[in-house]
C-alpha cells in the first residue's frame, strides 16, 4: 500500500482514492479475472432493488461522440440474491464495497438499505436518487430537495453503515439539493450520475434507444462535473466522490483539485478493462511532478 494514496473517509479505509462506479463494473467478478480487484481502492457495485429487475427494452445503449447512453434500467437479480452470491463471492478480495441502493419507492429504498448494510465486506451504501433511466424511484426522489432529505433520513436511520448519496446533474441548482441530503444526515455525496440525452438514427430519424432517452457518460461530461463538485464542496461539510468521464491519472487531479476526496471510474472501464490499476500506478509519478507528498494536498486547490 502506497500512504501516499491512502485516504479516510466515512466508514471505508481506502488503500487509494480510486474505484470502478455503479453501473461500470457489474460486481468486480468478470475484472477479478484480468487483475487482482483488491489493488482499488474499493468497488461500487451494481445497484440493488427489491425484487429482480430485467431493465428497460433493447436497445439500450449508444455510442456518443466522447461518450456514451445508456438505459440500462438498474437490471440486477435483487438484494436477497446479491447478498447471498455476489458479496459471498468478493469477501475473498480485500476491498470495501459500497452498496448501490435503488428502488420504487421508499419502502423498497428502506429494504434494500436494512439488508444489504448488514453485509460483512459493504462498508457503505450508495443512495440512488439519481437513476434517470426508470419511470419509477430513481431521479424523481433526486429533483426534490425535500424529498431527498427525507429519504435519505430514512436510510440512515435503518443502515449499518454510512450513507453516501448519489446527486443528478439533472437539476436546476446542484448546490440545494447537496445540502437537503446533509442536512438529511448523508455522511458523504457521490456525483454525478449521468446527464440525460438522446441519440438518432441518422436513416429513420427516430431516437435509437428503445427509451427514447438515456444517460449520457464519458469525458463529454467531465466539464459539468468538474463545475459541478467546485460548487458542492465549497457549500458542504461531507466528502465528495466524484466521476464522471475519468480517463487517465490527470483527471483524477482535477476532480480532487475541485474539491472531491476520492474519485470512480465508470465509461472508461468498457474501453479498457484495466484502467482502475493503471491509474492507481500512474498516480505516485503525478505526485512527484505536483510537488506534494499526499494526493489529498491538492484537494480544493481550485477555491484559491
Not at 419507492?105 to 438499505?113: L, P, R, S, T
Amino acid at each position: 500500500m502506497n500512504e501516499r494514496l491512502r485516504i479516510q473517509l466515512p466508514g471505508l479505509d481506502l488503500k487509494n482514492p480510486i474505484m470502478p462506479a455503479s453501473g461500470c463494473f457489474a460486481f468486480g467478478i468478470e475484472y477479478a479475472e484480468l487483475y487482482d480487484i483488491s489493488k482499488l481502492g474499493a468497488i461500487m457495485i451494481k445497484a440493488a432493488t427489491k425484487e429482480a429487475r430485467y431493465g428497460n427494452p433493447t436497445p439500450r445503449v449508444a455510442e456518443t461522440a466522447s461518450g456514451m447512453l445508456n438505459a440500462i434500467g438498474l437490471q440486477n437479480p435483487g438484494v436477497d440474491i446479491i447478498v447471498e452470491n455476489y458479496l459471498k463471492e468478493l469477501e475473498k478480495y480485500d476491498v470495501p464495497i459500497i452498496a448501490n441502493v435503488a428502488g420504487s419507492d421508499i419502502d423498497d429504498y428502506i429494504y434494500v438499505a436494512e439488508k444489504i448494510s448488514k453485509a460483512s465486506n459493504v462498508k457503505a451504501l450508495e443512495l440512488n436518487i439519481s437513476c434517470p433511466n426508470v419511470k419509477c424511484g430513481g431521479i424523481q426522489f433526486g429533483t426534490d430537495p425535500i424529498v431527498a432529505k427525507m429519504l435519505t433520513e430514512k436510510v440512515k436511520a435503518v443502515s449499518s453503515v454510512p450513507v453516501y448519496v448519489k446527486l443528478s446533474p439533472n437539476v436546476t441548482d446542484i448546490v440545494t439539493m447537496a445540502r437537503a441530503v446533509e442536512e438529511g444526515g448523508a455522511d458523504g455525496i457521490t456525483m454525478i450520475n449521468t446527464l440525460v440525452g438522446m441519440r438518432l438514427d441518422r436513416k429513420t430519424g427516430r431516437p435509437i434507444i428503445a427509451n427514447l432517452t438515456g444517460g449520457l457518460s464519458g469525458p463529454a461530461i467531465k466539464p459539468v462535473a468538474i463545475r459541478m463538485i467546485y460548487q458542492v464542496a465549497q457549500a458542504v461539510k461531507i466528502p465528495i466522490i466524484g466521476m464522471g468521464g475519468i480517463v487517465d491519472e490527470w483527471d483524477v487531479v482535477d476532480f480532487i483539485s475541485a474539491g472531491a476526496s476520492a474519485v470512480a471510474i465508470g465509461t472508461a472501464n468498457f474501453t479498457d478493462p484495466l484502467v482502475c490499476p493503471k491509474i492507481i500506478d500512474r498516480l505516485p509519478k503525478v505526485l512527484d511532478e505536483l510537488g506534494v507528498n499526499h494526493i489529498l494536498e491538492i484537494r480544493g486547490r481550485s477555491f484559491k
